[in-house]
């Protein structure tokens, strides 16, 4: 089996999602995606923008004398057909796509995407070596190594003694903006914490299940925070509350 570049495979991402590739060609960028972070991270958000699709566009059935007339009685030639389908289908495809990134940045403030992506962030994070850039349970030594890598300053804080050790700190990449990512370990489990930042009002917690994962996130001083594990859900949540309390 031939193995894709990235260049390749990028341009397969879009039949891949929709199962239009042939066994092969899907076989190839599976195998691609499971060694290359930056196409595998091209792949989640694509998928994303899917889901938040078809979770927001409204649908509006035909109405039934336009049906009426396209399938008249005097039913067009197949070559006609086949023209219109020719020119007409790509048309089609590029308006579809431009409505769907409209729907996906005009609506910044909904939950889920970011949600899902912390969840598939978590996941990659666990594979390899991409947990931390900076290594160290001290936040005087993680919370400088973000200076001048972020345009916001997150807050840091070690919970050794309430069993969250901090191990250290990341940028990662969530809604279109870099974010810092901090990882901290409980009971030989890995908790990740991202932050962002955000203009929009403080919000109360909010508590969900992704995919097997236990997901804790709140809005508060102009910054989103998402606590993602596989913890049970009470004691994601107790890390929550160490975290709004200081």
């Known amino acids: 089996m031939n193995e894709l570049d990235c260049a390749v495979c990028q341009t397969q ?13 899907a076989a190839q960028v599976t195998a691609h995606l499971s060694t290359c972070a930056e196409c595998a991270q091209l792949h989640e958000q694509a998928k ?20 009426a007339s396209v399938f008249a009685a005097d039913k067009p030639e197949p070559r006609f057909i086949q023209r219109w ?13 431009a409505l769907a990134l409209v729907l996906y940045v005009a609506t910044p403030g909904s939950e889920q995407p970011l949600i899902d992506e912390a969840v598939s962030s978590h996941v990659r994070s666990l594979m390899g070596e991409h947990l931390n850039d900076v290594v160290s349970s001290d936040r005087h030594t993680v919370k400088p190594w973000f200076t001048g890598k972020l345009d916001f300053s997150p807050p840091v804080f070690d919970y050794t003694a309430q069993g ?21 370990g409980h009971a030989k489990h890995i908790i990740n914490l991202f932050i962002l930042p955000t203009n929009e009002a403080d919000q109360a917690v909010q508590s969900h299940s992704v995919r097997g994962f236990n997901v804790v996130s709140w809005q508060a001083a102009h910054m989103r925070f998402v606590l993602v594990s596989d913890v049970e859900k009470g004691e994601l949540e107790v890390l929550g509350q160490l975290l709004r309390a200081q």
């Open 13 to 25: 991402l879009h039949g891949y999602l929709d199962q239009e590739l042939d066994p092969a060609t």
């Open 48 to 67: 994303l923008l899917k889901v938040s699709v078809k979770r927001h566009v409204p649908y509006y059935p035909a109405p039934a004398a336009w049906a």
């Open 164 to 184: 969250f050790p901090l191990l250290g700190g990341r940028l990662d990449y969530l809604q279109h903006q870099t974010t810092a990512a901090l990882s901290y």
């Open 85 to 97: 389908q020719k020119w007409l289908a790509p048309a089609f495809s590029a308006a579809a796509l």
